[in-house]
């Protein structure tokens, strides 16, 4: 009894000292619920970043859910402080790999993304976020709200001062309302122009300089091009007239962004969506000499030659 | 004479000596457990007062039922001090690095457990098992700095009221029981539906969410800032941070058919590090 006794509270005290040891090295871990165990642990098991690719010396990536840009090819990534998601903002059913067409502009001098933000749909704005010295500080720049659910979205700069941003949005079936704005101070402040007051879906739109601007209108089968220009920076804007041959009638019907050439204006109009003229790709060549008011028919043009 | 005590002292030390054998068994399975099913003493302390508990009793039973050399009497009772005094100071360091709070409802059949730990500022709300024995359950979204406010607003209902370390107030509500039968998860938002009156207090819930008037004063809480604890009570927030709790009392009856109108009572409380009582609000209409 007694041997046994001893025998008995010797093994218990050393099985405590063991167990108060085991129990403080236990102890010293985080205590955490089992679902936050496992979230934590899923986290950890997430695939390692992709690494990113750029094709160009100037370029973007939108892997791993973020927007990052390069300036020598690759090497090293900068990135840019706007949620992915954001930039998709609005009316757009693509698969988020590439940013939106005239959405960005990419340059050694200015990068500058145009985006729509904002929690709920009555409260949205339009942003654009840009950087002058490859993205080491970035500005945002609100260039309207409210603004309501975006469709169209066109930013360009003519030179260092004077750019343009062009958006259309609430678009209620083939109606919209499409909005210019313009700025002279590089892009910290804009101003709206004057509304065109045409509600037709807008194709494309641009300035050529910073008193002669373009909206092209017609997107879901046009019949012929609506082109609006004006030649006072947005202050009124007209129907421009176009002459188009009557073998052409019905054939060209989307006016693109007209562009300088020479001593003349030149304007490519294309078979929109469904055209199908020697195979759909034939754009017809139109020049105007009074900057953009009235254009005459010049010639077929393939998509290679307006390239 | 003599006979009867040193029987006494037998079955003293026996009884005694099973004690500590039980209790060295339980802490034994209780590491088992908490290694393999994430289980915890509902205090963590508790390691530490069993481990003294079991030295106590098995020093008492070897002095009852052995007779030793005073010799060894002095070098067992020293080891005995000596692990009494460690298991102490253990108790002290651990408590200081995961701070434990832990309350008994009024009605002793629930027991509220939070373990905060104080380096990072983590608590953590444990479900309890047969009062000793805890899971935890979920982390508190705030980082705490250790203050809290327990109050059983029911005997199924445990309010704390905690400070962030932003200085914000949050409230975390614990609840143990039911109202609607137990048999299914209901939302306890639409079932306070209507306008509830108490003291200098008025509660209204509508579609578009919960007003409270207290003092003259209107305070609107739309549903996207109310927070629903189990399914007996919904904190309002504003500015992130608590403002009231609103829980079912006891004598409330959920009815699945919402043209019924309520019974029962619910109670306010306000969400303040100051002490403060629930006001209890009765269905007007």
């Known amino acids: 009894m007694r041997n046994f006794m001893i025998g008995t509270a010797c093994l218990m005290m050393i099985g405590l000292i063991i167990a108060i040891i085991f129990y403080q090295n236990q102890n010293s871990k985080p205590i955490l619920p089992l679902n936050e165990v496992l979230e934590e642990k899923a986290e950890q098991d997430e695939p390692k970043q992709q690494p ?28 840019v402080p706007v949620e992915k998601d954001k930039l998709f903002n609005g009316e757009y059913s693509g698969n988020k790999q590439t940013l939106i067409e005239h959405s960005y502009i990419l340059t050694k001098n200015r990068v500058a993304f145009l985006y729509s933000d904002g929690l709920s749909w009555e409260d949205q704005k339009i942003v654009l976020t840009y950087s002058l010295d490859q993205g080491k500080t970035w500005q945002d720049s609100i260039v309207a709200q409210p603004y309501p659910s975006i469709r169209f979205r066109k930013v360009a700069f003519l030179n260092d001062e004077f750019g343009y941003i ?53 997107t879901i089968n046009p019949e012929k091009p609506q082109l609006y220009v004006t030649q006072d920076a947005g202050d009124t804007w007209q129907e421009a007239s176009i002459n188009i041959p009557a073998k052409y009638n019905e054939i060209f019907v989307i006016a693109e962004t007209p562009v300088k050439e020479e001593n003349h204006l030149a304007l490519f109009i294309n078979q929109g969506p469904n055209g199908d003229y020697k195979g759909g790709k034939v754009k017809g060549k139109f020049i105007s000499n009074d900057n953009g008011v009235t254009w005459g028919f010049s010639t077929e043009v393939t998509p290679n030659e307006t390239e | 004479m003599k006979q009867n005590k040193n029987t006494l002292k037998k079955i003293g ?6 004690f500590a054998i039980g209790f060295f068994i339980l802490q034994i399975g209780y590491l088992f457990l908490h290694t393999t099913y994430q289980v915890e003493y509902t205090d963590d302390r508790l390691f530490y007062i069993i481990n003294i508990f079991i030295m106590i009793c098995l020093a008492a039973a070897i002095l009852l039922l052995i007779s030793i050399t005073k010799k060894w009497k002095v070098i067992g009772g020293s080891i005995i001090i000596l692990f009494i005094i460690v298991n102490v100071v253990l108790l002290f360091i651990n408590n200081h690095q995961i701070k434990n709070i832990v309350r008994i409802s009024p009605d002793f059949k629930h027991v509220l457990a939070l373990k905060e730990n104080t380096k990072t500022g983590k608590t953590v709300y444990y479900r309890t098992y047969y009062y000793i024995l805890a899971r935890p ?48 998860y209901y939302y306890v938002g639409p079932s306070l539906y209507g306008r509830w009156e108490g003291k200098d207090v008025e509660v209204i819930s509508n579609q578009e969410g919960i007003t409270v008037v207290h003092n003259g004063k209107y305070e609107e809480f739309d549903w996207d800032h109310i927070v629903q604890f189990g399914t007996l009570a919904v904190v309002l927030t504003k500015n992130n941070q608590a403002a009231w709790a609103i829980t079912l009392n006891e004598n409330f009856e959920v009815d699945s058919n919402s043209s019924v109108p309520p019974s029962g009572s619910i109670s306010l409380y306000e969400a303040t590090m100051a002490k403060n009582k629930p006001i209890t609000l009765q269905y007007v209409h």
């Open chain 2, 13 to 18: 030390g026996m009884l005694l000596f099973l």
């Open chain 1, 52 to 79: 990113l690719y750029a094709e160009h010396p100037i370029d973007y990536s939108l892997q791993n859910d973020q927007l990052n840009i390069t300036f020598d090819k690759g090497k090293s990534w900068i990135p």
């Open chain 2, 137 to 184: 359950k979920e982390s508190f979204p705030y980082k705490t700095t250790g203050e809290f406010k327990v109050k059983w607003l029911a005997k199924d209902i445990a309010a704390v009221t905690y400070k962030a370390a932003d200085n914000t107030i949050h409230q975390y509500i614990g609840t143990y029981g039911d109202r609607g039968g137990g048999g299914s």
């Open chain 1, 166 to 218: 062009i958006v259309s949005g609430d678009r209620t079936m083939s109606q919209e309302m499409s909005n210019v704005y313009l700025t002279k101070d590089g892009g910290k402040s804009w101003k709206e122009t004057n509304n065109s007051n045409v509600t037709r879906l807008i194709a494309d739109g641009g300035f050529v300089d910073e008193n002669t601007g373009f909206l092209s209108f017609g």
